[in-house]
T-cell receptor, first 112, second 113 residues
Framework: SQKIEQNSEALNIQEGKTATLTCNYT??????LQWYRQDPGRGPVFLLL?????KEKRKERLKVTFDTTLKQSLFHITASQPADSATYLC???????????FGSGTRLQVQP | DTEVTQTPKHLVMGMTNKKSLKCEQH?????MYWYKQKAKKPPELMFV???????INESVPSRFSPECPNSSLLNLHLHALQPEDSALYLC????????????FGDGTRLSIL
C-alpha cells in the first residue's frame, strides 16, 4: 500500500541553525510534491511545490529537493527563527487526479 | 486571515441533529475540497468538486453529504453523525489542474455528543 513517512518525533533546533525535514514515500509515483505549514488550530498553508522533473526549488529561506530515485524529499529552513515553529506536512499528488495525500507531518520547534 | 472562509468555527451537535458546514472562496478557484483531520493526524481527503461537479468521493459514509451550489460555495451537510466523526473539518480550494497549491480555511471544529 502507499505510504508517506515523515519524522514522527518533533525536531528541536537552535535559532539560526538550518532545519532539515524528511519526507519518504513507498509504492507511489508522484508527479509533484508540495510542502505545507500548519499552526495549532489553523488550516495548512502552502509553502512550496516541486515537480518530478525538478531537483530543487527555493523560496527565500526555504529549499526543497525531490529525489525520485530515493523516493525522498528534503525540506530545509535556513537561519531558522522561533516563528518557524509549526508542523510541516508533505503532500504528494499524481497527474490527472485533483487530490493530495498528506504525510503525517513533523513538528518543528526552534529554540531562541 | 485566510482567503477561504469556513463557518461556523465550532459546532457541537447531537447524533440525531442535522447541521451544515459552509465554505466560501472568492479567488476564482474551480476546484474545492473537504478534508477531515483528527488530532495529531494529517488531513484526510473526503470529497473533491471540480467545476461544481463531484469528481472524487473517498468512500465517505452517506451521513456526510456535500453540495456545491456555485463556484464560490461548498457545503457539507451532516446527519446522524457518530462520536468518532468529531474532528476538524477543513475546506480548501485550488485554481484548477492537478498540480496547483491548495488554499485552506481554518476549519470547523466539530464535536458530536
Amino acid at each position: 500500500s502507499q505510504k508517506i513517512e515523515q519524522n514522527s518525533e518533533a525536531l528541536n533546533i537552535q535559532e539560526g541553525k538550518t532545519a532539515t525535514l524528511t519526507c519518504n514515500y513507498t509504492n507511489y509515483s508522484p508527479a509533484y510534491l508540495q510542502w505545507y505549514r500548519q499552526d495549532p488550530g489553523r488550516g495548512p498553508v502552502f509553502l512550496l511545490l516541486i515537480r518530478e522533473n525538478e531537483k530543487e526549488k527555493r523560496k527565500e529561506r526555504l529549499k526543497v529537493t525531490f529525489d525520485t530515485t530515493l523516493k525522498q524529499s528534503l525540506f530545509h529552513i535556513t537561519a531558522s527563527q522561533p516563528a518557524d515553529s509549526a508542523t510541516y506536512l508533505c503532500a504528494l499528488g499524481s497527474t490527472g487526479r485533483r487530490a493530495l495525500t498528506f504525510g503525517s507531518g513533523t513538528r518543528l520547534q526552534v529554540q531562541p | 486571515d485566510t482567503e477561504v472562509t469556513q463557518t461556523p468555527k465550532h459546532l457541537v451537535m447531537g447524533m440525531t441533529n442535522k447541521k451544515s458546514l459552509k465554505c466560501e472562496q472568492h479567488m476564482g478557484h474551480r476546484a474545492m475540497y473537504w478534508y477531515k483531520q483528527k488530532a495529531k493526524k494529517p488531513p484526510e481527503l473526503m470529497f473533491v468538486y471540480s467545476y461544481e461537479k463531484l469528481s472524487i468521493n473517498e468512500s465517505v459514509p452517506s451521513r456526510f453529504s456535500p453540495e456545491c451550489p456555485n463556484s464560490s460555495l461548498l457545503n457539507l451537510h451532516l446527519h446522524a453523525l457518530q462520536p468518532e466523526d468529531s474532528a476538524l473539518y477543513l475546506c480548501a480550494s485550488s485554481l484548477d489542474g492537478t498540480n496547483q497549491p491548495q488554499h485552506f480555511g481554518d476549519g470547523t471544529r466539530l464535536s458530536i455528543l
